[in-house]
């Protein structure tokens, strides 16, 4: 049964908060270990965490083979907005509209770093009409792997990434590059949290990205009251 007065945050991903690199039925995807913590302090124990990665999504486009499901803009209202009690989504999307780029030739696909921060921009803005708080994580490197890293394909997670840390878009800021590269080569994941493919970090990995999160923030930045988000949704439900 849930605690008195629910609240749920929600992680909006692709095969990394999904968990890809971390054992089958471990419960050691990144998002695990917050839930727990949250469960151990009185204070946050109403606080719920919905993992809403799907791996190989895309924050632009929706699928298209090897990529899988629709758009995160495509299902923000399904999968972010509609959940009960919603107050907080974390936004961790974007390599794969990186990737895409280099290994789909449709136009559509080949797209540019202004427009994947477009695309966020589109989500905090419909995330905030709704009275929803909305952090970023930042991209993780990907040096290495072997189908689609390029020259081009860094200088374009560097760009999202300086505009996530720097742009005060976001209530809050997650810095997952910082805290798994290689601090001797940047475009790398540390070898010690590298699932071996150079793109998905292991449990070890998937442990300090857990710890990179500040639950102290849902307590110095509360959501709405629930009278006051009930105000906001009801007058944004048409643009949902």
């Given at each position: ?25 471990s419960n050691a995807r990144w998002t ?125 997670r560097q760009a999202v990434n ?79």
């Open positions: 049964m849930a605690a008195s007065a629910p609240r749920t945050s929600v992680v909006l991903g692709d095969a990394i908060t999904d968990g890809i690199g971390s054992a089958n039925d695990d270990a917050p839930a727990a913590r949250l469960q151990g302090d009185p204070g946050l124990a109403p606080v719920a965490v919905v993992n809403a990665g799907i791996a190989g999504n895309r924050l632009l486009n929706d699928a298209a083979k090897p990529f899988i499901g629709p758009s995160a803009l495509a299902r923000f209202g399904r999968d972010v907005l509609d959940k009960p009690g919603v107050h907080w989504v974390l936004v961790h999307e974007g390599i794969n509209d990186i990737t895409a780029t280099h290994m789909l030739s449709a136009a559509k696909d080949q797209v540019s770093a202004a427009q994947i921060i477009d695309g966020m921009q589109t989500l905090t803005a419909r995330a905030r009409k709704n009275g929803v708080k909305v952090w970023a994580g930042t991209l993780l490197p990907f040096e290495g792997t072997k189908r689609f890293y390029t020259e081009a394909a860094e200088a374009k300086a505009w996530i840390r720097s742009s005060g878009a976001f209530d809050a800021v997650v810095d997952f590059d910082l805290a798994l590269r290689d601090p001797a080569h940047p475009g790398r994941l540390q070898p010690d949290f590298d699932s071996g493919d150079h793109l998905h970090p292991n449990e070890a990995g998937y442990r300090v990205m857990a710890n990179a999160v500040d639950l102290r923030l849902l307590v110095a930045q509360p959501p709405p009251s629930d009278a006051g988000r009930k105000a906001v949704s009801a007058g944004a439900a048409a643009g949902r």
